[in-house]
Each structure stands twice: as structure tokens, then as C-alpha cells.
């Protein structure tokens, strides 16, 4: 567990690349499971007019789109089996650096969504995010970071613009 953990930081801190994740069905099973699973509690914590099903569904959906995004782009490149080891990669990256803001933002802040502490913190650890993703995606891609960085962006805006537009006309 402590190996997993210190390869995800390592990729965090943009040292280590996609290519030393496991790249079996079941770990990407798990991480993906985790992911959603503490996304879905810690929106919930933070947006109380929402249901359980309602921001599930929009963090399933969310989820679905990145990896659609992520799987056209390494077919257009020609790195499909590049695939379960990027995604877990960047899932992986997102569950730690969620985990860790959230502890930041319960430490250093309210915790309230209207506090500017919490949405400075915040905004800072999206945009961490968006580099560790870009870094990923470097990688995975044989692309510029500074592509990766813009292509990561442009599939989370994609991606939440699209799973809020199909979760809301769905429930």
C-alpha cells in the first residue's frame, strides 16, 4: 500500500510518469471505485441541496467523459495500450490531491463553499490538478506539458459542462 501511495506522489509532484502504474483491469477497478466514492462524499459534505444520486450520477458521468476524452486521444495517437495505466494514473492523481485539499480546506478554512479561503485553496489545488494531468497526459501522449496541461483542461471543462448538462436533463 505505502509503494502505491509513494508512486502516486512521486507522479504528483510531476517525478515519475503514468508508465510505472499498474495497468491491470482490477487496479484501475479499484482506483476508479475510490475515486467516485470520495468525490461523491466530499461534494456531498460541501453542496447540501444536492441528492446522493444526483451528484453520483454527475461524478459516474464526469468520470466516463475523461475517459472517453482520454481514450480518442490515445487512439488518434496510436497509444491505446497506453490506456488503463494513463487513466489509473490521472484518477489515482486526482483521489490523492482531492484528499489532500479537502484536508487543507478543513484545516485552513471554514469550509464553507462562500469562503474565499476555501475557494482560494481550492482553485489552487485545481490547478495542481490540471498540471499533474498535463504531466500524465505528456507522457501518455508524447505531447508538449504545456499541451497536456491544456488538452487535461479542456477535457475536465468538457467533461463537467457535458456530465452536468446529461445528469440534469436525466434525474
Avoid at 44 to 58: G, K
Avoid at 79 to 104: E, Y
Wanted: hydrophobic share 55%; charged share 5%.
Amino acid at each position: 500500500m505505502t509503494a502505491i501511495l509513494s508512486m502516486y506522489w512521486s507522479i504528483c509532484l510531476l517525478k515519475r510518469g503514468p508508465q510505472y502504474v499498474p495497468s491491470q483491469t482490477v487496479f484501475l477497478i479499484i482506483v476508479v471505485s475510490a475515486n467516485l466514492f470520495a468525490n461523491t462524499i466530499l461534494q456531498l459534505s460541501f453542496i447540501e441541496t444536492e441528492t446522493p444520486l444526483s451528484v453520483f450520477s454527475f461524478m459516474l458521468v464526469s468520470l466516463a467523459l475523461t475517459c472517453v476524452f482520454v481514450w480518442a486521444a490515445l487512439h488518434m495517437k496510436k497509444q491505446l495500450n497506453r490506456f488503463p495505466q494513463t487513466i489509473s494514473a490521472m484518477v489515482g492523481c486526482d483521489l490523492m490531491i482531492t484528499l489532500i485539499g479537502s484536508f487543507a480546506i478543513g484545516l485552513l478554512s471554514s469550509g464553507s463553499p462562500n469562503d474565499q479561503l476555501t475557494q482560494g485553496i481550492a482553485v489552487l489545488f485545481a490547478i495542481w490538478t490540471f498540471a499533474v494531468w498535463g504531466y500524465v497526459l505528456h507522457h501518455a501522449l508524447n505531447i508538449s506539458v504545456l499541451q497536456g496541461i491544456s488538452l487535461s483542461m479542456a477535457m475536465v471543462f468538457l467533461s463537467r459542462i457535458s456530465a452536468g448538462y446529461l445528469t440534469t436533463s436525466l434525474i
